[in-house]
């Protein structure tokens, strides 16, 4: 007899069904809350609403009564996570269509991405980094598939891309910005101090930009200046452009004259401390 048709145990399960502490409707208000707020936030909520649950009974409930979803892959995403930081990395896959993970590889290896991909033959869309790890084992497994990069990995790229190309371009677009007339006689004293160790500076950016364009090496240049390695390479490809700013004072842009609002909020302000000024005589 199998152990499920025992009597004692249709007995047990009976016994249980109706001597659980909590109803039907109880057991779907649980799920419900778990569903939409969470372990912690549902358990605090519930305890308002007299239902005390525990965070982990909410967790057991939302997934006892979730349903593992039987539709076959159609779009999955593929990327690389830590196990641990710096040491362990796996492969994590998700069902992009209904936004949840699927399996956790146990490394990054392209023969075991292979081997899963290849135990779902319906897999039409594959969404990627652009490695070529993943991209072999997508096209060894999936030849009819579809291959695309992710989101996530085009915006890095492309932001990257204009970084850099900013970056090349930014000697001429801060002399466009800063091409301005310096009047020493307006300048204060530690504005002159700054602008004299700005004048220092272009001087020795250009001495190096000079020895780049007679096409001697950074090793060399680095000897002859005494400048560091990092300022060297930074200059060579188009950066170290410095650019003079003075300090704006905080009453630039103030009225010369008090408007009738300020003098209103003065005199408001006045009568306020008024009795604290009392209070302290």
């Not at 809350?33 to 909410?58: C, E, H, I, W, Y």
């Not at 085009?154 to 891309?161: F, I």
């Amino acid at each position: 007899m199998p152990m499920g048709d025992c009597p004692s145990i249709r007995s047990f399960k009976r016994y249980f069904l109706i001597r659980r502490r909590r109803t039907t409707r109880l057991e779907h208000i649980v799920h419900h809350l778990g569903l939409a707020l969470g372990s912690r936030p549902a358990a605090s909520f519930a305890k308002r609403l007299m239902l005390p649950v525990s965070n982990d009974t909410l967790l057991r409930v939302v997934r006892r009564r979730t349903a593992m979803p039987t539709d076959p892959l159609l779009v999955v995403g593929i990327d690389d996570w830590a196990f641990r930081r710096n040491r362990r990395y796996g492969t994590i896959v998700c069902d992009l269509e209904r936004r949840r993970i699927v399996a956790l590889l146990p490394d990054r290896e392209t023969a075991t991405v292979q081997a899963w991909l290849s135990k779902h033959p319906g897999i039409n869309i594959v969404s990627r980094d652009r490695g070529g790890g993943y991209g072999e084992a997508a096209a060894k497994a999936l030849p009819n598939a579809v291959q695309v990069a992710d989101r996530w990995h085009l915006m890095e790229n492309a932001s990257a891309a204009f970084l850099d190309a900013v970056r090349r371009s930014m000697s001429k677009i801060r002399t466009a910005i800063g091409a301005t007339t310096i009047d020493l006689k307006l300048l204060t004293c530690a504005e002159k101090l700054r602008y004299q160790g700005y004048l220092r500076r272009q001087d020795s950016h250009a001495a190096i930009a000079a020895l780049v364009s007679d096409g001697v090496p950074l090793k060399e240049i680095v000897r002859r200046t005494g400048h560091s390695r990092n300022l060297v390479r930074q200059i060579s490809r188009g950066g170290g452009t410095d650019m003079f700013r003075t300090r704006q004072s905080t009453l630039d842009g103030a009225p010369a004259v008090p408007g009738r609002a300020m003098v209103r909020r003065l005199s408001q302000r006045c009568r306020t401390l008024a009795p604290f000024k009392r209070a302290r005589l």
